[in-house]
């Protein structure tokens, strides 16, 4: 278990003015990070720079200009190290069919440099951690999407790596098998004292597992900064499910001068003072509508992230849009 | 586990909860992080996991890389019949056939060392070419097709690693079947006919230029063939593609000979080109009328090729797909 506050401890990732061009086009500006040791979310839409950071991060590619370290190796010259003591679990497909599960993730191990006993053994360990214990001796190719998903973590998790970087963990996931993912991701956090850095669309995902965000946009920082911090800088709203005139409603509320958002019956208003429930209920008599339910909304990482890339100009009318075929398996 | 991925909805556990009294129905298994201490080797060991998991992969399923036992079959028949010579050497010496015809056909001199590396059929017609098409098929075109590249270079793989392990697994595999049976063949004739210091002195720099050329073929097919292979996600694309290359240059040049009357097409053959260097280092006539020099610089320039297409097409495999 996490015994100190992981803010206090130094940050296991740095980048100073970290820039990264693939010939005229601007991949990374001026990144500035300072990641601490726990779990960390990096969000932006697609094409935002995510994955070059990944590259950069593992010393994949080099950087323009700038420098950085991950656990205090430099990005620029030590790699190596780097991605030894990294675990990396791809968004795509990244495993070899005709293997059996255990072959791929000793095979996984072998390649870090883990002798075939060693890894062996490990690799039985993690696998039955990742859910897969029944599943070990059976063929990658009769595989679900989340046994494969599953697979690509243990693969990343056969070293112990001090860090494990997941880029959409969660994709294709049913339900119970993207709870029994972030139920895995959390553990490791939480009781095996590592760090994860995951990308995903999914706020939920981002919210249920992580302290903190990095938002990326047009290669570029926008916001770094706990989860708890940014909800609270989010305006507080009152949410009314309406029923029998919802647009008259949302009239009323308007010619009273309150800020709203609506969605069918559901109608969310700005809070401006004490007095904003008064006006709200007076809306509803004039209006001659039920209120069939009010409550405070709470406001999510979604709203914050739909807020931050509404400011900055990005046409997302929801996290939806970010996502691709290959996330929502097709469909 | 089975709460995540199995296929039951888990009532069936009900049976053996009941032994354990204590444990709750919907607790199937305990999830516990275990931390692993122990060393990573260095970056030979890294690099020899790659290797074993390629070359393993011939002489077994389980754990390496799979090959289909179409592939591994047809292995085993060319490596068999790559020495056919050494039972006809039993044969002849069994039979005291000094001198005529099975000596003639399968003992040790310049044209049979040369044939059994180099000879068109059926070594290079039928036998190599085809070892080297289902041997490199695959080699990294699968790994383009699954996304397994990300597997090597998310570790700490530089990608010189990568394609030099790759390149030595497809030559040893090679050269077990072409250089060892060559090899085999010349041992089994000193053995089978009891001969002495004085003929091994007399046939050893032949031996050695003909293991040279064998050498030389093992490196340009491994060339070609694991260049075809970068190049595409398809195994049928990099066997085809090489059984092409290796047929159509023949053929073409074949027919500019006999429409022209010239040979120095056959620079354009990576088979007429071994055999033509193959000739020069065994001392026998040459078959073809250009200076074998054109040869040697072919060769050099084909391998040259490749290892820049090699080298070029492992640089652009990903990590993170975009």
Known sequence: MIDDDPQS??????????????????????????????????????????????????????????????????????????????????????????????????????????????????????????????????????????????????????????????????????????????????????????????????????????????????????????????????????????????????????????????????????????????????????????????????????????????????????????????????? | MEAAFGSGDGDEEATAVVAKSKASLGQIFEQTYRPWDGELGPRWMRNYAIFRHHVYGVFTSKGHRQYHPMVRLLILIIFLASLTPIPMLFLSSFIGDDGGFFEKMWGINRYNLWGQVLGYFPRNLCMWPLLTAVVVGGMISDDRQHGTSAIYFSRPISRLDYTSMKYLSVAIILGFVIVFSYFAYYTSAIVFKAEGWAYLADTLPIFLGGMLAGSILVITYTSIGLALSSISQSRFFAAIGFLSIIYGTKLVSLLVELQFGTTVMYATSPYDCLAHTGQFLLGIPSNYEHPVSISVVSLMAMNSISIWLLVSRVTSLEVTRE
């Open chain 1, 9 to 331: 401890e130094p940050p296991i990732i740095i980048a100073k003015g970290m820039r990264k061009m693939y010939g005229p086009h601007l991949a990374l500006d001026d990144i500035n990070l300072e990641i601490p040791r726990g779990a960390v979310g990096i969000l932006g839409p697609n094409g935002a720079g995510k994955s070059t950071l990944f590259k950069c991060l593992l010393g994949l590619i080099t950087t323009t200009s700038g420098e950085g370290s991950v656990l205090g190796y430099d990005i620029r010259t030590q790699g190596e190290q780097i991605r030894s003591k990294i675990g990396y679990m791809p968004e795509y497909n990244s495993l070899d069919p005709n293997l059996f599960a255990v072959d791929q993730v000793r095979y996984a191990g072998e390649l870090l440099g883990m002798n075939p006993k060693n890894a062996t053994q490990r690799a039985h360990e993690v696998l039955e951690y990742v859910g897969l214990k029944d599943q070990r001796y059976r063929k990658i190719e009769t595989f679900s999407t989340g046994m494969l998903q599953a697979t690509k973590l243990a693969c990343a998790l056969v070293h112990d790596p001090d860090i494990l970087i997941c880029d959409e963990p969660t994709n294709g996931l049913d339900q119970r098998a993207r709870e029994f993912m972030l139920q895995t991701l959390n553990r490791t956090v939480r009781e095996g004292n590592r760090s994860v850095l995951m990308s995903s669309h999914v706020m939920d995902d981002v919210q249920d597992l992580c302290d903190s965000i990095v938002m990326i946009h047009k290669g570029k920082i926008v916001i770094q900064s706990s989860i708890e911090d940014l909800v609270e800088q989010v305006d507080k709203e009152i949410e009314m499910v309406i029923w029998g005139g919802a647009s008259k409603m949302e009239r009323e509320l308007s010619s009273l001068g309150l800020e709203t958002r609506r969605l069918g019956r559901v109608i969310r208003i700005k809070v401006e003072n004490d007095s904003t429930i008064d006006k709200a209920l007076e809306a509803a008599v004039s209006a001659g509508v039920q209120v069939r339910q009010m409550k405070e909304y709470e406001p999510d990482l979604e709203d914050v992230f739909l807020l931050v890339m509404d400011k900055l100009g990005a046409q997302i009318k929801g996290t939806g849009d970010l996502m691709t075929a290959g996330h929502t398996g097709g469909v």
